[in-house]
């Protein structure tokens, strides 16, 4: 894919969503994002099956406030609220999730859960969030979407 077609798919909020997306590709993919004016994070959950500890790094790699609870309720008030990183679009580089994934299966899909919920409601501002995973896990489309 170009990078303008890349650029413009980035820009796209109602395609914005979470998905597969290998390390050789996330160079071109945070280059587009970081042209589009999006916030770029990278999150590490180091093989962590500790829901608790995995909050504790996104809020840590997003620079959350300092009011932010590492729990889900409040990663989602602090996914949907970026006052203190206003961007055009938000990009979540996400990797060594893979333990989350087999070990602790639910936390998995409730983390997942909230960052749809505010994909979608930043979608209702015309704003694209993007959530890409590093490994291939049930559920995870690949990018780019086919839609």
Same mark, same amino acid.
């Given at each position: 894919?170009?990078?303008?077609?890349?650029?413009?798919?980035?820009?796209?909020?109602?395609?914005?969503?979470?998905?597969?997306?290998?390390?050789?590709?996330?160079?071109?993919?945070?280059?587009?994002?970081?042209?589009?004016?999006?916030?770029?994070?990278?999150?590490?959950?180091?093989?962590?099956?500790?829901?608790? #500890?995995?909050?504790?790094?996104?809020?840590?790699?997003?620079?959350?406030?300092?009011?932010?609870?590492?729990?889900?309720?409040?990663?989602?008030?602090?996914?949907? +609220?970026?006052?203190?990183?206003?961007?055009?679009?938000?990009?979540?580089? #996400?990797?060594?999730?893979?333990?989350? +994934?087999?070990?602790?299966?639910?936390?998995?899909?409730?983390?997942?859960?909230?960052?749809?919920?505010?994909?979608?409601?930043?979608?209702?501002?015309?704003?694209?969030?993007?959530?890409?995973?590093?490994?291939?896990? +049930?559920?995870?489309?690949?990018?780019?979407?086919?839609?």
């Amino acid at each position: 894919m170009s990078q303008n077609k890349l650029l413009k798919l980035l820009e796209d909020s109602p395609q914005a969503g979470i998905f597969h997306l290998p390390r050789r590709s996330q160079a071109a993919v945070r280059a587009a994002a970081e042209s589009a004016g999006c916030a770029c994070f990278d999150v590490s959950f180091a093989e962590s099956d500790r829901i608790d #500890i995995v909050l504790s790094r996104i809020g840590y790699a997003l620079d959350f406030p300092e009011w932010y609870g590492q729990n889900f309720d409040a990663l989602k008030d602090c996914l949907t +609220d970026f006052s203190w990183c206003e961007a055009a679009g938000y990009v979540l580089f #996400i990797s060594g999730a893979e333990s989350l +994934d087999a070990e602790n299966p639910a936390a998995f899909k409730t983390l997942n859960d909230v960052f749809a919920a505010a994909i979608a409601e930043w979608r209702v501002h015309d704003l694209p969030m993007w959530v890409f995973y590093d490994l291939r896990a +049930d559920g995870l489309a690949a990018f780019p979407p086919t839609a």
